[in-house]
């Protein structure tokens, strides 16, 4: 689940409500808007991890009911074989700026040594993830989310990975987004977001 820090102690609250098996009717202010949990109460096992990524807060619950199967409010109706989480997106998953699989090395052909790449690719999707939510409510991105997704953009586009033929329209989308940025245009970095989800979508369909 995905709030803001000020929607969290409504989320608490309700998986509070949650844990003690009552509707989402009988204390309606405490359920986050589309946020809606299972019953919690016949648990046995429950493990709640929050993080903050650019003041977008991520909460993960998981859980084990009173029959031994681990479920989520993905699935509250029927138990799963298998661990799941309860994490909706609030925008496309941005998995690699540009090639979605692994690249064959972990370094340029020159210059300093990258960033682990799995490590990048988790960074980049949480800054990407921040500035997207922003925008789409109309809103600034903030500056530590923005700085951080140019520096990681920089650093994957020296990958060498199929998918380089995209890294020159992906680079053009990222200028466009930061000039926008700079003079507060926010039609014009909603219009730079989207270029450069349509960059990595055209490299995903090539060579997925």
């Not at 989320?11 to 809606?36: M, T, V």
């Not at 648990?43 to 479920?71: A, P, T, W």
């Not at 909706?88 to 210059?111: F, I, Q, R, V, W």
């Not at 939510?133 to 650093?155: C, I, K, N, Y």
Request: include cysteine; charged fraction near 25%.
């Amino acid at each position: 689940m995905e709030c803001t820090r000020d929607e969290l102690p409504a989320l608490f609250r309700a998986i509070a409500d949650a844990l003690e098996g009552k509707e989402p009717n009988d204390h309606p202010d405490s359920q986050p808007d589309g946020h809606h949990l299972p019953s919690l109460a016949a648990f046995r096992k429950l493990q709640i991890s929050v993080k903050d990524d650019y003041g977008l807060v991520s909460l993960k619950l998981k859980y084990r009911n009173d029959h031994g199967c681990i479920e989520s409010d993905d699935a509250p109706e029927a138990c799963q074989a298998a661990q799941s989480s309860a994490t909706p997106s609030s925008g496309p998953p941005y998995s690699h700026a540009l090639s979605s699989g692994a690249p064959s090395t972990g370094a340029p052909s020159s210059g300093p040594p990258l960033p682990r790449y799995s490590n990048l690719k988790h960074e980049l999707q949480a800054s990407y993830k921040a500035i997207y939510r922003a925008v789409h409510a109309g809103t600034l991105p903030p500056v530590d989310a923005v700085r951080a997704f140019e520096e990681q953009s920089r650093q994957m586009t020296q990958y060498e990975d199929a998918g380089s033929e995209y890294y020159a329209p992906y680079n053009a989308a990222l200028e466009r987004f930061l000039k926008a940025w700079t003079s507060a245009d926010i039609a014009a970095m909603h219009d730079a977001v989207d270029a450069l989800n349509h960059v990595k979508t055209d490299c995903h369909q090539r060579y997925k």
